[in-house]
Structures are given as C-alpha cells and as structure tokens.
T-cell receptor, first 111, second 121 residues
C-alpha cells in the first residue's frame, strides 16, 4: 500500500508485482521530464525521460506516462525486483538549464 | 556512459572551517554543472548553476559568499562551503550535462556525481 512518511511517501510492493509511482509537477510550461532512482548515500541515476509532445515512453521494464492536462507523471515498473528498492524522483525542465526535482517516493520491495 | 566523479564522498569537519568539494566529468566536457543539496528524506534542491569561465548563478536564498563555486575548466567544478556550521550538514550532489550529446531529440540527460555527505560538528 501507499503511505505518507515524515517527508517521503512510501510505496510497498511484493516482488514480481508491478509498481506505479506518481508525480505531480508544478509548471505547465515544463517540456521535458525525467525519472531518477536514488539509492541510499548515492547520487540520482537516470531511468527514463519523456518530452511534452509524448504521452508514453517505454524502456526496459519501465514505462513513463505523461498527462499534461492534469500535470501528472507516472513511472511504471514491471515485475518489481528487490534491486528496485530505492527513492524515485521525477524532475521537470521548462526550457531553461535547470532541472527541478519533485518530492520523491520511497519504493520498498518485499520478497 | 558518461561518468561524473565527486570527491570526497564523506567529510567531517569542525564548525568554522571550510570544506571544498570537487566535481569532475571524466570522459566528457561539461560547460555547465549544477550543485544540489539534499537533506535527509527530502528532495534535491538546486543551489547554483556553474558555468565554465564565468560566475555561478545562485538560486534564491543561497548565499554566494558562503557557497563558493569555481568552474575553471571544462571538466572540473568545485564547491567550497566556507565557515561551515552544523546547519550546513547535508548531502551535496553535483551534476553535469554532456554537451556533445546535443539537445536535439530526447537526450538532455544530466549525469550525477555520487554525492558528498558533509557533517559539521
């Protein structure tokens, strides 16, 4: 299930299940979005990106969906594995050099 | 893939001392690097944009005299936390964009360093 911790919401899933991590972005002018995975004590790792002229993009075991109408982004992970446990951040870019990160969601995968 | 090296990974210092953090792009040239700060269980907050050969651009609320940024070459940017205090304790992360990849199409990826955990006693 999904719960809200002190700062980071947490999503707990069973190994092998699909995970859906959601993100609401703030700027309607943002035209480029990225999902990052961050393990404890490490820098963010690129997962997948999508431009605003697309609704969906698929990678290996991951899919990003973009709904510009409601400014919503989601990351779907198929057949979630223990190694997927981490904090996931969405980030948005609005034509400038800056990448603005969202709040983040902690994904916990149980055997 | 492109690699960004950040050093040191962890530093403990006394209050009042200065700490320098290095960010290097190992196999590409980075005209622009970014410095982020991350407190426990929080997101990455952009502190400043570092441009090679020019002054850094700081985000609102970030003291430029406290967080000195130098980007003297296409592969190195440094962040110096001057007169550090316990409230400066945080995880500092740099990132760099590989300009050679280009901005046409999808790939505007930033490559991130592994971060520096600063603890000020």
């Amino acid at each position: 299930g999904e719960s809200v911790g002190l700062h980071l919401p947490t999503l707990s899933v069973q190994e092998g299940d699909n995970s859906i991590i959601n993100c609401a972005y703030s700027n309607s002018a943002s035209d480029y979005f990225i999902w990052y995975k961050q393990e404890s004590g490490k820098g963010p790792q690129f997962i997948i990106d999508i431009r605003s002229n697309m609704d969906k993009r698929q990678g290996q075991r991951v899919t990003v969906l973009l709904n510009k109408t409601v400014k919503h982004l989601s990351l779907q992970i198929a057949a979630t594995q223990p190694g997927d446990s981490a904090v996931y951040f969405c980030a948005e870019k609005n034509g400038t050099d800056k990448l603005i990160f969202g709040t983040g969601t902690r994904l916990q995968v149980f055997p | 893939g492109a690699v960004v090296s950040q050093h040191p990974s962890r530093v403990i210092c006394k209050s009042g001392t200065s700490v320098k953090i290095e960010c290097r792009s190992l196999d590409f040239q980075a005209t622009t690097m970014f410095w982020y700060r991350q407190f426990p269980k929080q997101s990455l907050m952009l502190m400043a944009t570092s441009n090679e050969g020019s002054k850094a651009t700081y985000e609102q609320g970030v003291e430029k005299d406290k967080f000195l940024i130098n980007h003297a070459s296409l592969t190195l940017s440094t962040l110096t936390v001057t007169s550090a205090h316990p409230e400066d304790s945080s995880f500092y992360i740099c990132s760099a964009r590989d300009r050679s990849v280009g901005t046409v199409g999808m790939n505007e990826k930033l490559f991130f360093g592994s971060g520096t955990q600063l603890s000020v006693l």
